[in-house]
T-cell receptor
Framework: GQSLEQPSEVTAVEGAIVQINCTYQTSGFYGLSWYQQHDGGAPTFLSYNGLDGLEETGRFSSFLSRSDSYGYLLLQELQMKDSASYFCAVPHSSASKIIFGSGTRLSIRP | DADVTQTPRNRITKTGKRIMLECSQTKGHDRMYWYRQDPGLGLRLIYYSFDVKDINKGEISDGYSVSRQAQAKFSLSLESAIPNQTALYFC???????????????FGPGTRLTVL
């Protein structure tokens, strides 16, 4: 089977840096994605790591270590608008669908 | 205009009623998905379709059925709604470019369904 684990909640201060971790168990691995979802909104794609290493997109970066079955999303210079839930996701072993983690709710304090 | 639309956005119904949720997309994607979201449980896949003639069950298909009327339209039905089907429902689409693993899905705005 496939499963993903990520913390349910994380709290950080505006302007700081926060890291949201994700560990996964899959039979066959194709890559790790991250999605953001604001309260009442739809999930939106943030990033994808198919290979080990760091991918940077503005204030957001995503890291993958396939040997450790581990990845993280790094958010820098936190803004209040970054308060949202963040989901890691992996393609199913059949490559036909995506399996989502339960999500990490990020709360940002002024 | 939104690329993926869902109707209705909100619906309150009673136990035993038949409900249909509709999804339309203008992205030209072949793959479409229906998810259910409950607090603390993330997104769970109900059904997915790779084209009009291809329908597949997801992890929680019991109590649901779907219809892919056209490439752009994918409907989810609850034949006899029950209270534990109260949830937020999302439709999503993705592209397939011949061998590349899907890694991005595009979601509709969601339908909030309450079954009393």
């Amino acid at each position: 089977g496939q499963s993903l684990e990520q913390p349910s909640e994380v709290t950080a201060v505006e302007g700081a840096i926060v890291q949201i971790n994700c560990t996964y168990q899959t039979s066959g691995f194709y890559g790790l994605s991250w999605y953001q979802q604001h309260d009442g909104g739809a999930p939106t794609f943030l990033s994808y790591n198919g290979l080990d290493g760091l991918e940077e997109t503005g204030r957001f970066s995503s890291f993958l270590s396939r040997s450790d079955s581990y990845g993280y999303l790094l958010l820098q210079e936190l803004q209040m608008k970054d308060s949202a839930s963040y989901f890691c996701a992996v393609p199913h072993s059949s490559a036909s669908k995506i399996i989502f983690g339960s999500g990490t709710r990020l709360s940002i304090r002024p | 205009d939104a690329d993926v639309t869902q109707t209705p956005r909100n619906r309150i119904t009673k136990t035993g009623k038949r409900i249909m949720l509709e999804c339309s997309q203008t992205k030209g994607h072949d793959r479409m998905y229906w998810y259910r979201q409950d607090p603390g449980l993330g997104l769970r896949l109900i059904y997915y379709s790779f084209d009009v003639k291809d329908i597949n069950k997801g992890e929680i298909s019991d109590g649901y059925s779907v219809s892919r009327q056209a490439q752009a339209k994918f409907s989810l039905s609850l034949e006899s709604a029950i209270p534990n089907q109260t949830a937020l429902y999302f439709c999503a689409t993705s592209d397939f470019t011949g061998g590349r693993i899907d890694n991005e899905q595009f979601f509709g705005p969601g339908t909030r369904l309450t079954v009393l």
